[in-house]
C-alpha cells in the first residue's frame, strides 16, 4: 500500500506479531483498521483477504492457514503450520500491491481462507 498511515501500520502489526504473538485484544482491531485503509485505496482483494483474516482469528482465536513457501518458482507448496509466521507473512504481503507474487500469494491465501 502506498499510504504511510497504512505501511505505519503494517510495521506495528508485523512488530506485535513479533512481540507477542497472536494476541487477539489489538490484532483484530489492528486488522480491521488497515482493512479500512485497503477501502479508500480501492483494492477489493486486500480488502477481502483481511476480513477473512481478521474473521478467521475471531473464530479460531489463532491463524490456521499455513505458510506459503515457494518450492519453485511454478507451484506453491503448503507447509506445516506456523500461525505468528503465516499470518506475518499475509500482512507483509500488503505493504507492496505492484508485485504480482505477491498478489498470486494474497489470492491463495483468499482461497485457503475461503476453503477453511
Do not use: C, W
Not at 501500520?9 to 487477539?24: A, V
Not at 505458510?67 to 500461525?83: R, S
Amino acid at each position: 500500500m502506498e499510504n504511510k498511515a497504512a505501511l505505519k501500520l503494517i510495521d506495528k502489526i508485523l512488530d506485535d506479531l513479533d512481540k507477542t504473538g497472536i494476541n487477539t485484544d489489538t490484532l483484530i482491531d489492528d486488522i480491521k483498521k488497515l482493512r479500512t485503509y485497503a477501502l479508500e485505496m480501492q483494492v477489493p482483494l486486500v480488502v477481502k483477504v483481511l476480513r477473512l483474516t481478521y474473521e478467521h482469528i475471531e473464530a479460531n482465536e489463532t491463524f490456521l492457514i499455513p505458510m506459503l513457501v515457494d518450492e519453485d518458482a511454478e507451484e506453491e507448496v503448503i507447509v506445516e503450520n506456523e500461525p505468528v509466521e503465516s499470518l506475518k507473512y499475509l500482512i507483509a504481503l500488503t505493504r507492496n500491491l505492484n508485485n504480482k507474487i505477491n498478489i498470486a500469494d494474497l489470492k491463495e491465501y483468499r482461497d485457503l481462507l475461503n476453503a477453511y
